[in-house]
């Protein structure tokens, strides 16, 4: 228990700058990740929840990007599991990378018995909040990556998951990558990220559309959903995801885009079932951005703004 006792203490302790900024130590972090891929750790979820705390910190989110893992890394869960070892045997790979790989593949505890690592979900949403975060997860910067294999790619079809700690986390880096406005036509394209119905999806809810053919422009992933559709039930989680349809629709370009998938009508359909005032006012500022005149003469929107205080932090 001392470990676990070590760890718990930890958590509590890194909710202060200070404390974070003494743990900020490459040797520690590979002490967390390494207990964190580990097969059989019982620690594991704790060590998730102390690098969910310590990437609230900025310095310490460049140490995470910065690290790597040695090729032909030597730990007993890297040589028993097929695709980690595969990504070590050439060449370094980032840590960032293979903690995805663990996020995406450990849903529900299907690496570890012990773990179902939601709390990375925080670490990404962290992550997001810095510039250099955002261009990590939508794979551009020094290291581009292709769309299918960036990161945020990966954490899309999250956003409707049972667990809130993990859709919060996916959601709140979904928005947080949005005030990225050099690549909206990248989150929006189909064969990009198609961020649309990973957005959508959570917004919708059991309702029957009274002409079945408006559902013919919504995205694929968004038509014939049927009546066990539930809506997120978070009020706060709907009006992050109705501030990423906002923050989209900054340029013309991305608001047709938007209209001609008929998004309007999907949140106004939210917008009858929705009980929240806040969440009801940002949908009718949606809205009124799609339905604006988009003549010469109309006023241009204010591009998104990389405010700290619109950014999230989980």
């Known amino acids: ?19 974070v900024e003494q743990l ?3 040797d520690f972090l590979s002490v967390i990740f390494f207990t964190i891929i580990d097969h059989d750790s019982i620690l594991a979820d704790l060590a998730c929840m102390l690098l969910s705390n310590l990437t609230k910190v900025e310095s310490l989110v460049d140490l995470c990007l910065n690290s790597t893992i040695p090729p032909h890394a030597s730990h007993p869960t890297i040589n028993q599991d097929q695709p980690l070892s595969a990504r070590l045997k050439t060449s370094p790979t980032p840590l960032m990378d293979l903690l995805i790989e ?18 990375l979900a925080s670490v990404w949403a962290n992550l997001s909040a810095s510039a250099r975060g955002r261009d990590y997860l939508v794979g551009v910067g020094p290291s581009p990556t292709a769309t299918h294999e960036a990161p945020l790619f990966q954490l899309c079809p999250f956003t409707q998951h049972p667990s809130l700690i993990r859709r919060g986390g996916v959601i709140s880096a979904i928005k947080n990558c949005c005030f990225a406005t050099e690549v909206h036509e990248q989150l929006l394209s189909p064969t990009g990220f198609n961020l649309l119905p990973a957005i959508l999806l959570p917004l919708m809810g059991p309702e029957a559309i009274d002409e079945p053919e408006e559902q013919e422009d919504f995205p694929v992933e968004c038509q014939l959903l ?9 009020a706060n989680l709907r009006l992050i995801l109705v501030e990423s349809l906002i923050l989209l629709a900054t340029y013309p370009i991305q608001r047709e885009i938007m209209r001609m998938k008929k998004v309007y009508r999907i949140v106004q359909i939210l917008h009858l ?10 949908i009718e500022r949606l809205v009124n951005l799609l339905m604006r005149d988009e003549s010469e003469h109309a006023v241009k929107p204010k591009p998104a703004s990389d405010d700290e205080d619109e950014l999230i932090e989980v």
């Not at 663990?102 to 709390?119: C, E, L, M, S, Y």
């Open 1 to 19: 228990m001392t470990a676990h006792d070590a760890f718990s203490a930890l958590i509590n302790l890194s909710d202060t700058t200070q404390v």
């Open 24 to 26: 900020k130590d490459p």
């Open 102 to 119: 663990v996020f995406t593949r450990g849903d529900q505890k299907q690496i570890n018995p012990h773990a179902n690592f939601d709390f």
């Open 226 to 234: 049927g009546p066990d559709k539930r809506r997120e039930s978070d």
């Open 273 to 282: 079932d929705e009980t929240s005032e806040i969440v009801q006012e940002s």
